[in-house]
């Protein structure tokens, strides 16, 4: 089976190889760890010790990063003798875990080629294998097993719309999902879903999410220049993680909110960084006063757009907000992290498409701690919310209130782990939910 599958992963590499090109030449798009993803170990590593061995844990992007950080520092603490490797796929995942981490124990993950994987598997000796939510590559769960390595599955999830497809493969992906040991499903229902496309019902347990642990982040330099920039009486909307075919709808919004607030500063940022020249021409066509982040030299800002054209700073702006809108929700992407602005306590908005954050946003739905909104909704929601301070911070404070009953993840997550690292301590606390 295997085999098959790297030849077909290959073809379909090689067919798609014009599109890869293209990126890199347009944009400059998958050049960054092109090396890397090729099996290339960067020297900049800090492998083990001959005999010794490593933990391998693999986030994605930036928001999984955010998720197993406590996990990572906590293992860290506990296990002092063993080297801990992160591996992530995207360009800002990989920024921020070499920030955390260290360029000598963060690489990017591997094409999922045997060749590509060995290299890393011979070089890092892991003992364990962590992969965040749910990355089932064939290769990487067979390869790492093989070599000895305990597979877990952490913060595991499956969406509303990859799990018709799993059904479908279910009986080829029951030998795949055979290589994890356990996993630590976010919910119920993703434990569910977890058995129903192959994976034994003994090896899969609910461990909560473990983006609810993710603690705010402290004020930045950003964050402290705006304050220093922005009026005691402006309203500060933060429009965050937009992506192509929003920005344009929000445009209309923005329009709006200044005929009737004209000193409102909207803070804008694109998900993507290729797109930030973009958005900053449909700024500039709509005849909207803005501002560029990377040429905005900290002097007051009044009525206007200011365009987040820089990477990592999100986070801690949504801090700033009198309302935040979290993107790739209008537009059919299955939205993004409503967790970061809940933690400050801040009122959201999202656009109808949420797969991606089903359960989290049913959470908070239950407690009338979000607002889903249609694009023709948007504009009247949000400056109803404006006109009226007191609902926004009372929708605000159930946000948070939501997060903080959610915390508890990180340490389930913990007291599983142990058992595989050898350290057979007490678990403190049960597998299970957050009480609802």
């Known amino acids: 089976?295997?085999?098959?599958?790297?030849?077909?992963?290959?073809?379909?590499?090689?067919?798609?190889?014009?599109?890869?090109?293209?990126?890199?030449?347009?944009?400059?798009?998958?050049?960054?760890?092109?090396?890397?993803?090729?099996?290339?170990?960067?020297?900049?590593?800090?492998?083990?010790?001959?005999?010794?061995?490593?933990?391998?844990?693999?986030?994605?992007?930036?928001?999984?990063?955010?998720?197993?950080?406590?996990?990572?520092?906590?293992?860290?603490?506990?296990?002092?003798?063993?080297?801990?490797?992160?591996?992530?796929?995207?360009?800002?995942?990989?920024?921020?875990?070499?920030?955390?981490?260290?360029?000598?124990?963060?690489?990017?993950?591997?094409?999922?080629?045997?060749?590509?994987?060995?290299?890393?598997?011979?070089?890092?000796?892991?003992?364990?294998?962590?992969?965040?939510?749910?990355?089932?590559?064939?290769?990487?769960?067979?390869?790492?097993?093989?070599?000895?390595?305990?597979?877990?599955?952490?913060?595991?999830?499956?969406?509303?719309?990859?799990?018709?497809?799993?059904?479908?493969?279910?009986?080829?992906?029951?030998?795949?999902?055979?290589?994890?040991?356990?996993?630590?499903?976010?919910?119920?229902?993703?434990?569910?879903?977890?058995?129903?496309?192959?994976?034994?019902?003994?090896?899969?347990?609910?461990?909560?999410?473990?983006?609810?642990?993710?603690?705010?982040?402290?004020?930045?330099?950003?964050?402290?220049?705006?304050?220093?920039?922005?009026?005691?009486?402006q309203r500060v909307l933060v429009f965050g993680s937009t992506v192509d075919g929003e920005e344009l709808l929000l445009v209309r919004c923005f329009k709006k909110v200044f005929s009737e607030f004209p000193q409102a500063l909207v803070i804008l940022a694109p998900r993507h960084p290729e797109r930030f020249d973009t958005v900053a021409e449909l700024l500039r066509d709509s005849g909207i006063n803005f501002w560029r982040r990377s040429s905005w030299k900290s002097s007051p800002l009044g009525g206007g757009v200011l365009l987040l054209d820089s990477i990592g700073e999100l986070a801690s702006i949504y801090a700033l907000a009198d309302l935040a809108f979290v993107g790739g929700s209008l537009a059919p992407r299955g939205g993004h992290n409503i967790l970061e602005p809940a933690q400050f306590g801040k009122p959201i908005l999202i656009g109808p498409h949420y797969e991606n954050f089903r359960e989290i946003v049913r959470t908070f739905l239950g407690r009338d701690a979000v607002r889903v909104v249609s694009s023709e909704q948007l504009t009247e929601v949000v400056l109803n919310l404006l006109r009226s301070p007191q609902d926004a911070m009372q929708l605000g404070a159930r946000a948070k209130w939501v997060v903080e009953g959610g915390r508890g993840s990180t340490e389930r997550t913990l007291s599983a782990l142990r058992e595989f690292l050898g350290r057979h301590v007490a678990p403190r606390a049960q597998l299970s939910l957050p009480p609802a």
């Open 1 to 233: 089976m295997y085999w098959i599958y790297s030849f077909l992963y290959a073809l379909a590499l090689t067919i798609s190889l014009p599109y890869w090109l293209i990126g890199m030449a347009r944009a400059g798009k998958y050049r960054a760890g092109l090396k890397e993803r090729f099996g290339v170990v960067p020297s900049r590593l800090k492998l083990p010790e001959k005999g010794k061995s490593s933990i391998w844990i693999h986030a994605v992007s930036v928001g999984e990063v955010l998720a197993v950080a406590g996990l990572i520092e906590t293992l860290k603490a506990e296990f002092p003798e063993k080297r801990i490797f992160v591996s992530t796929t995207t360009l800002t995942g990989q920024t921020l875990a070499r920030r955390r981490f260290g360029e000598e124990s963060v690489f990017y993950m591997p094409l999922d080629l045997p060749f590509a994987i060995n290299r890393y598997l011979n070089a890092i000796t892991p003992e364990m294998l962590i992969l965040a939510e749910t990355e089932l590559w064939p290769n990487v769960l067979h390869l790492a097993k093989e070599n000895g390595a305990q597979i877990v599955v952490v913060n595991a999830r499956i969406s509303d719309r990859s799990f018709p497809g799993y059904v479908r493969f279910r009986s080829l992906l029951r030998e795949v999902l055979r290589n994890v040991a356990m996993f630590l499903a976010q919910t119920e229902v993703d434990r569910d879903r977890l058995i129903a496309i192959g994976a034994a019902s003994e090896s899969v347990v609910v461990g909560g999410n473990l983006k609810f642990d993710v603690q705010a982040p402290s004020e930045s330099a950003l964050s402290r220049a705006l304050r220093q920039s922005i009026a005691p009486d």
